[in-house]
């Protein structure tokens, strides 16, 4: 009779404490799942420390320093990258940005940069500096604007919303970004991009696909 | 003996089928959390539709008939509102977003519209018949751009992308757009919707905070 209550128990106690582990790593992955939300413009604080975090007060320029802002947040997530960056982005003129994605270049990380011709072209824009330094840059064939403003970092981080990578957008208008690693949101972006780097291979012939 | 038994052995199937229940109601309630990304330019249709699904064949237009496309999901989603639409849009001139907002205005539910002043007066917006059918319309005051393009239905559904609410973006550029219901990332548009509502008020003086 013992031996069965034992059993008995000892099954109880098991079945429970699989049900607690469960439990408890969903909660630690979702919690894990990252999902923030930014707005724009941003406090204007000196970003020195985010490019060289082994001297973080080696700046000594009259900018606020230390304050952790949404533009902050923007750097640090484009520089976690540790494999690619893939980035699609309309207006790209952002001097510190064009510096996070050389840094990254620099640092063996495979960058893609797809950007729209017309703004391509324009006073002030990166994407020359960008092609120089050896990345790899695609401009949108087509006469419609390519208006997305995304990056997928390491394929598996998603930044977008409405902020195009100008100094204006960061610093005056009213903008908002999503950071996230929802896979069921990241996959899309991630094919989009796909889709529209084979479409805009220079050495190959492509119909744009309507989405 | 057979007792303590039938005891251990009820206690166990009883922990069990409550950890399967909770599993169940965790996976549905995961499958539930709305996920959806959308791309632009979306394929060109006939959207009569969706304004009167009771008549799904009273549309004798040229354009094709019953096709689902992103702009019709884009349509589906605005209508849903049972109670609230907070639109937050730096241009506003697609005819048919247009006529989605005064459906749901028609039916009763509460819609505010936050725009950029500037587009405001552009020929072709949208937001002065939204006025004069009597929504409420407030204009970002300040000299920036007021550059968001979400909406959030009944508080909970947010709608954001890179896509401005005209027919450009709908039909020929490369847009996208997030709809989800994710808490952590609807809670942030709703606050910033909120603030950016009083602080817009015609009859309140309000200095813009820096997000």
Redesign the interface.
């Known amino acids: 009779?013992w031996t069965?209550?034992v059993?008995?128990?000892g099954?109880?106690a098991l079945?429970?404490s699989?049900?607690v582990t469960?439990?408890l790593i969903?909660r630690l992955r979702s919690r894990g799942t990252l999902?923030e939300?930014?707005?724009?413009?941003?406090?204007i604080a000196c970003v020195e420390h985010i490019f060289r975090p082994a001297l973080p007060h080696s700046c000594v320029c009259s900018l606020p320093h230390g304050v952790e802002t949404?533009f902050s947040r923007l750097l640090r997530h484009i520089l976690s990258a540790a494999s690619t960056l893939d980035l699609c982005v309309?207006a790209f003129s952002n001097v510190n940005l064009s510096r996070a994605v050389l840094t990254l270049h620099k640092r063996g990380v495979t960058v893609r940069v797809l950007s729209d011709k017309d703004y391509t072209a324009i006073s002030g824009s990166q994407i020359g500096l960008l092609r120089s330094a050896g990345i790899c840059v695609r401009c949108?064939k087509?006469s419609?604007?390519?208006?997305?403003?995304?990056a997928v970092v390491d394929g598996r981080r998603l930044i977008?919303?409405?902020?195009n990578w100008t100094l204006?957008?960061v610093q005056?208008?009213?903008?908002?970004v999503?950071v996230?690693e929802?896979r069921?949101?990241v996959r899309?972006?991630v094919d989009?991009f796909h889709r529209?780097w084979v479409c805009n291979d220079p050495e190959r012939r492509c119909v744009t696909v309507?989405?």
């Open positions: 009779m069965a209550k059993l008995g128990v099954a109880v079945a429970l699989v049900d469960v439990r969903r999902k939300v930014l707005f724009f413009p941003s406090e949404s309309f949108d087509s419609v604007y390519m208006h997305h403003k995304f977008t919303g409405s902020l204006t957008a005056s208008n009213l903008e908002n999503i996230t929802e069921d949101l899309p972006f989009e529209l309507k989405a």
